[in-house]
């Protein structure tokens, strides 16, 4: 009589084995992921900081005030009259965090902030600091 199929011991060493394999995969996946999000928020310094720059340009070119509000969810760029001029939403899951609490400011016919404050960018556990802006002053620290 033949035997087909597996004995027990054969079956409990390749369970064993397959759980080795997805152990090891899993220590590898957290890094992987915080990887990601690190490069994630780097791509997001790079528009948060355009969008910034565009305000100042603008405020420069047209010789007026801009206002640049900061929410949660992204930023956004509004000219003298109020209209939006640009815009600029975060991917899902990030959030935007400032320093002193307020989320609006002015840049000036000079490009230069009314206020200073750092923004962050959170994703969950993971906060970093993306750019700070001095008041009177017409740079952008970029971290």
């Known amino acids: ?6 004995t027990l011991i054969e079956l409990l060493c390749s369970v064993a084995v397959l759980m080795v394999i997805i152990s090891i995969t899993f220590v590898f996946i957290k890094p992987l992921v915080k990887i990601i999000n690190e490069d994630k928020i780097d791509e997001i310094k790079v528009f948060t900081e355009d969008s910034i720059c565009f305000g100042k340009l603008k405020s420069k070119y047209t010789n007026q005030y ?22 600029y939403q975060l991917p899902n899951g990030y959030v935007f965090k400032y ?11 000079n490009g230069e902030a009314n206020i200073s404050t750092t923004i962050s960018v959170k994703k969950g556990r993971l906060e970093k600091d993306v750019l700070s802006i001095t008041a009177g002053s017409e740079y952008i620290n970029v971290k």
Not at 67 to 85: E, F, M, P, R
């Open 66 to 87: 801009i206002k640049v509000a900061i929410s949660d969810k992204g930023i956004s760029i509004y000219d003298k009259k109020g209209l939006l001029i640009k815009k």
């Open 1 to 6: 009589m033949k035997k087909r199929g597996f």
């Open 99 to 109: 320093s002193n609490g307020k989320n609006i400011f002015l840049l000036d016919p």
